[in-house]
């Protein structure tokens, strides 16, 4: 493995009242890819985000940009560009103004500006839209030109802080491809705050999951939604049915009064664990042929399924996501393979996690 272009050891981050916001965070950084930190207001991400800037110095730890400690080096020293929330563009200049700024205080060349600014408005498809003014722009245009301001400078790393928070649902979207085509266009490295969850599966090549100041499991998209290390990742992260069973040995679970084969393994024989069945897994059929017998409470048309929650014969709630429709009152089955069943066990770490699936997959 190459060298990180950015790498946190043990760092911890602490205000006013001594309590910290980080607690001893370490991780790399690789060059050239999608990351995404994710979560819930105030677990940190945005206090990540503004140390890697410069805006801010960790209390303890070290920060590393391409193997060399940065703690000191103030944010116009960095080689890192930030589009903020709210895009920080000024009102009073025109498109080519506010991408120029930044080579402007630089004392750049009028013609290499002139060819930058040009270069970079190509790159997120608005060139001819020098003369706009910002007031004239759409909320989708504005955050296109935050982020050509961001790149004319050549960042090595560009920092998003919730850039779509303020776009409406069908923006939001469009722009979350255009933001994972442009950074597959420019080949440098992406690092994206956000709390939504799809917006983080949908753009990412690499998500760490953020609670309370710490990272509590980093991965694909795929291996965190499909392989959630514990009960906060699991409901975090997209619909999930968490159920409370027993792992009686490897590749059998016991959960809802009943066994089932399952994948998992290098879990003790008989403790207590969680199990989830993502709602897309689960198979309407009849009582005949499924694994559980259930009673349908409710049935709302999400507009591409059919929610349907329900009940088992111990009084476990399910949610089901299917095309499929179910009447209210009715008993069913639910059938689900194998490979569905996902187990977790209580309070295991990351590292405990990675370390067990390590020993099963060799």
């Not at 490897?250 to 809802?256: G, Q, R």
Request: proline content about 4%; overall charge negative.
């Amino acid at each position: 493995m190459k060298q990180p272009i950015i790498s946190f050891k043990h760092v911890v981050k602490c205000y006013d009242d001594d309590v910290p916001v980080l607690k001893d965070i370490t991780f790399d950084i690789e060059e050239g890819k999608f990351y995404t930190l994710l979560g819930p207001s105030g677990c940190g991400k945005t206090t990540i985000l503004r140390m890697i800037a410069g805006f801010s110095e960790p209390t303890k730890g070290d920060i590393f940009f391409e193997g060399q400690r940065i703690n000191e080096v103030p944010a116009n020293k960095r080689q890192v560009n930030t589009v903020f929330q709210d895009y920080a563009l000024f009102p009073h200049m025109n498109v080519y103004d506010n991408i120029a700024f930044g080579l402007k205080i630089k004392k750049m060349p009028r013609d290499v500006i002139d060819q930058k600014v040009k270069e970079a408005l190509k790159m997120v498809q608005l060139a001819g839209y020098e003369k706009r003014g910002i007031n004239e722009m759409s909320g989708g245009q504005r955050q296109r030109v935050a982020i050509a301001r961001a790149i004319v400078n050549e960042p090595k790393v560009l920092l998003l802080d919730e850039p779509l928070s303020a776009l409406d649902h069908k923006l939001r979207l469009a722009m979350q491809y255009e933001l994972r085509e442009l950074q597959q266009r420019l080949g440098i490295t992406f690092i994206f705050v956000t709390h939504d969850q799809e917006e983080a599966l949908a753009m990412s090549d690499e998500i760490f999951v953020l609670d309370n100041g710490n990272i509590v499991q980093t991965g694909s998209p795929v291996d965190i939604y499909d392989e959630p290390i514990n009960h906060y990742v699991a409901d975090f992260i997209g619909e999930s049915n968490i159920i409370e069973g027993i792992m009686l040995r490897d590749n059998l679970v016991k959960f809802a009064g009943k066994e089932f084969e399952c994948v998992d393994e290098g879990i003790r024989e008989n403790e207590p664990v969680e199990v989830v069945l993502r709602p897309e897994d689960l198979d309407l059929t009849d009582v005949d042929h499924g694994k559980l017998k259930v009673t349908v409470d409710t049935v709302l048309f999400r507009g591409v399924h059919y929610e349907i929650i329900c009940h088992d014969e111990v009084q476990n709630e399910w949610m089901v996501h299917t095309t499929k429709k179910a009447e209210p009152g009715s008993l069913i089955g639910l059938y689900f393979d194998p490979e569905d069943i996902h187990v977790m066990r209580f309070n295991e770490s990351e590292a405990e996690f990675d370390a067990r699936l390590d020993s099963y997959e060799g």
